[in-house]
Structures are given as structure tokens and as C-alpha cells.
């Protein structure tokens, strides 16, 4: 069976308990659920994970790129979260492993401070899915399992 990644950043292991007025009250547990039902529907798996490290986001971008090449996978879902707006090894990642990836965020970030309106990751993105809450998630893996032609 082919292979969908959804990787996590910084924080959304705090998710259910944190701002829930900005990210709702859905755990990360919660959005593994909704995920793995959502590819389950279109004939996939999911490769779930989230890391506070940035080191970690990469080697696992690079992972899921080499899974893409090999013809496991079809791409990653990526909340890179705060490193959206602070990372260059993150889209030097996905750009080195040639990773088809939709970037996702919970809240609207164009809502919030400016800072967060610009994110390196959106420049090799596939596309882009942001402030539909946990439901952006099956919108991404829905969105690239479209663009991939699966």
C-alpha cells in the first residue's frame, strides 16, 4: 500500500490543551484519527509523526522523499508550525529530496501576528491549506493525493 507522511512540528504535541481559542480543542491523537481515516478512504496508509527538533523534521522529509523515489509514497502533509517561519533547512529538504509536500496550519496565520504571515516552507510547497482547524489535514491529504494522480 502506498504511503501518505504527516509530519508535525514544535508544539502540536500540546495540541488539545493549547490556545484552544487559536487551535481548537482536538488532540494530536485526534488529528492521527481523522488523518488515517481520511487515507484510509482514498487506498492509503499514513506515516504519522511530530518532533520538537527541526534535525528530526528534516532526516524524516528525506526519508519520505526516498519513499517517494522508490514508489512507496506519495508525498508528505507537513505542519512545520513555528520553523514555517524560521527554517531553511526544512524546504532545503524537501527541495533536495524532491518531496511533494502540502503545508498545513491549523489557525490562520494571516490572522495573527506579522511574523507568521511568511513561511520558507510555502515557496516548495505543492500547495497550501491554512485556518480550517484540524480539518486542513484531510484537505492536504486529500489535495496531494489529487495532485500525485493516485
Known amino acids: 500500500m502506498t504511503t501518505v507522511f504527516v509530519l508535525n512540528g514544535p508544539n502540536l504535541n500540546l495540541l488539545g490543551g ?4 487559536v487551535y481548537g480543542t482536538a488532540t494530536l491523537a485526534d488529528v492521527e484519527r481523522l488523518c488515517r481515516q481520511t487515507a484510509g478512504e482514498l487506498g492509503l496508509t ?3 509523526r ?7 523534521l528534516v532526516d ?4 519520505a522523499g526516498a519513499a517517494v523515489a522508490a514508489g512507496a509514497g506519495i508525498g508528505a502533509v507537513l505542519n512545520p508550525a513555528a520553523y514555517s517561519h ?8 524537501i527541495e533536495g529530496a524532491r518531496l511533494p509536500v502540502v503545508e498545513v ?16 516552507v510555502s515557496a516548495v510547497a505543492a500547495g497550501v491549506v491554512v485556518g ?5 489535514y484531510q ?12
Not at 86 to 93: E, G, N, Q, V
Open 132 to 136: 480550517f482547524g484540524v480539518i486542513g
Open 18 to 21: 493549547r490556545e484552544p481559542e
Open 60 to 63: 524524516w522529509l528525506q526519508e
Open 86 to 93: 524560521t527554517s531553511i533547512a526544512l524546504p532545503d529538504a
Open 105 to 120: 496550519h491549523i489557525s490562520n496565520v494571516y490572522e495573527r501576528e506579522p511574523f507568521r504571515h511568511h513561511s520558507y
Open 50 to 56: 511530530q518532533s520538537n527538533r527541526e534535525g528530526e
Open 139 to 150: 484537505l492536504a491529504i486529500r489535495g496531494l493525493h489529487q495532485l500525485r494522480g493516485s
Open 46 to 48: 499514513v506515516d504519522f
